[in-house]
């Protein structure tokens, strides 16, 4: 048997304070414990009910789900009970901070910036003028915390009196938050009824056919007049016969002598995307045969071939591509779509490498590096530091990243591939040493190119101007803010790969990239309540 929480936060603290909840009337009303003893007693009660409804707003809320159940509510009572035992006229915030947030609750929470998140709600709750007489746990002064010397029965009542409907400011969301709350249950909602829909009701949104094989065989055909067999150089434009791009890099340590070994491990990442790009397309290819001759009646129809069949007609991507494939939230359509673009950058990349050891071009690489193309966007950053560290003879453990957002570098639909390797193009000529990059979206805030500035966003999902990568000598720094020359606070900003974040402890060792400063006005706990962070791919 399983108790499942309430929804809402009147309803949790009913259950906390109220008939049957932990804190009976005893606890509250003893005489043991200070007088700040009856509002912290409530505010641990309110992060109990806080952590819990935060689960609603998905990844904005918490990267992974955790069950918190009353027994940490009830060690954290504990625990305030023996502290305010020891010192109960002057309550050490830190103490009761570090154990509840690092050792009650924070010993369930395994991702490092949840635990931020956790630590950050804490502060709200824990601090000096939480248990001033009159106080406001949020924007909305609907949330005024209960009189210090309040009763049991009183503050039933109290619970009673607050609102129905969470605000969001609460949680430390905006209003945007909560209409992307509404339209995921929407979806979720639609969804449900769509599944339990005949395939032939589904597919009709696809095609007004009402054959399901003939949609299927369009759909076929579209992939294969859109993908490429494999990751090939396009020389269009380029006339004569070329080395292949495997002659090419055997080729590329004369070219560039003393400086091969400062490259190499670019070179090295790049030989291993095209590998697991091809593997990807060759199965594409094959499936799609297998499928075809199937619908036909050519051959029986194999397990895979039916799977991937009624995938198609829900417009999703085959599991059996997807175990191949890089993370993505895509539908089939954009899916398609955006692998086309990833095989279109790196084919005209292998060109250039070509052309750049056949003495046809003077750059090998693009103007900048769409890092959202990358299977393993963590093996580029890898790759840029081991040349870095190669190149001024330093170990890699010394270095770390700076990024700089380049404002004027900025392509509302997305930079094409074909600009990033425009010799002609002159808005990536730098002026200083580093690598651009680009690809990045902002969840749950927008940048201000005016302003230079972290915002709030009424959609969700913001793309992000090109990045100047560079490495620096290593510097001790605070983690969750740093401040710059010119004393402007900046949000320790995560990158994930996909909004998801991370499901689980799988997806959340793939899924994180790495982390990003960002400059705003408002202390950084801000942000991090609003759950902000970068993705390297959108879900449209």
Not at 363 to 377: D, T
Request: glycine share 4%.
């Amino acid at each position: 048997m399983t108790i499942e929480s309430p929804a809402g936060l009147k309803n949790n603290l009913k259950q906390n304070f109220g008939q049957g909840g932990y804190v009976s009337k005893r606890i509250l009303e003893s005489k043991d414990f200070g007088p700040h003893w009856k509002r912290l007693l409530f505010n641990l009660g309110f992060i109990h009910a806080l952590i819990h409804e935060r689960k609603k707003f998905g990844p904005l809320g918490w990267n992974l789900p955790y069950e918190f159940n009353n027994s940490d509510l009830e060690v954290a009572v504990l625990q305030l009970q023996s502290i305010l035992c020891i010192t109960p006229d002057t309550v050490p915030f830190n103490v009761l901070k570090y154990i509840t947030g690092e050792v009650i609750y924070g010993g369930r929470v395994t991702d490092d910036y949840d635990r931020r998140c956790l630590l950050s709600i804490l502060s709200k709750f824990f601090n000096d003028k939480a248990v001033q007489d009159v106080y406001f746990y949020g924007d909305n002064q609907s949330y005024k915390a209960p009189s210090k010397n309040i009763e049991h029965a009183s503050l039933i009542s109290f619970i009673d009196h607050l609102p129905d409907e969470d605000d969001p400011s609460i949680f430390g969301m905006n209003v945007y938050a909560e209409k992307m709350l509404r339209a995921t249950q929407a979806e979720y909602l639609i969804s449900s009824i769509l599944s339990m829909e005949p395939l032939q009701a589904a597919s009709s949104q696809i095609d007004d056919s009402n054959n399901e094989n003939d949609i299927v065989l369009k759909i076929c055909n579209d992939i294969t007049l859109t993908l490429p067999l494999q990751i090939e150089p396009n020389f269009s434009g380029f006339k004569g016969k070329h080395m292949t791009f495997e002659e090419a890099l055997d080729k590329l340590s004369d070219k560039l002598s003393d400086s091969f070994y400062e490259n190499s491990a670019m070179n090295t990442i790049l030989r291993q995307e095209i590998k697991r790009y091809n593997n990807l397309l060759n199965l594409i290819s094959k499936s799609i045969k297998e499928l075809i001759r199937a619908i036909r009646g050519e051959i029986m129809i194999s397990k895979n071939a039916e799977s991937i069949l009624y995938s198609f007609l829900k417009q999703k991507v085959p599991q059996v591509w997807d175990a191949y494939a890089y993370p993505s939230l895509k539908p089939l359509a954009s899916w398609i779509k955006n692998l086309h673009k990833r095989s279109q950058f790196f084919s005209l990349w292998t060109r250039n490498i070509i052309l750049f050891v056949e003495d046809s071009l003077q750059n090998r690489n693009p103007h900048s590096l769409w890092i959202s193309g990358f299977f393993y966007p963590q093996g580029l950053l890898a790759a840029i530091s081991q040349n870095y560290a190669r190149k001024y003879h330093t170990s890699i453990d010394s270095i770390e990243f700076k990024y700089v957002i380049q404002n004027d570098i900025f392509d509302e639909n997305g930079t094409s591939v074909e600009s990033l390797y425009d010799p002609n193009e002159t808005r990536f000529k730098l002026d200083q040493d580093g690598i651009l990059i680009h690809g990045f979206f902002i969840d749950g805030g927008k940048w201000d190119r005016e302003e230079r500035i972290l915002l709030d966003s009424p959609i969700r999902f913001t793309p992000l101007p090109h990045f100047l990568c560079t490495l620096t000598k290593k510097l001790e720094h605070e983690e969750n803010f740093s401040v710059s020359e010119n004393d402007n606070i900046k949000y320790k900003c995560p990158v994930y790969r996909n909004s998801v974040r991370a499901g689980n402890s799988t997806d959340q060792a793939k899924n994180y990239v790495t982390s990003i400063d960002l400059k705003c006005r408002e202390d950084p706990e801000f942000w991090v309540l609003r759950g902000v962070c970068m993705i390297l791919q959108n879900d449209d």
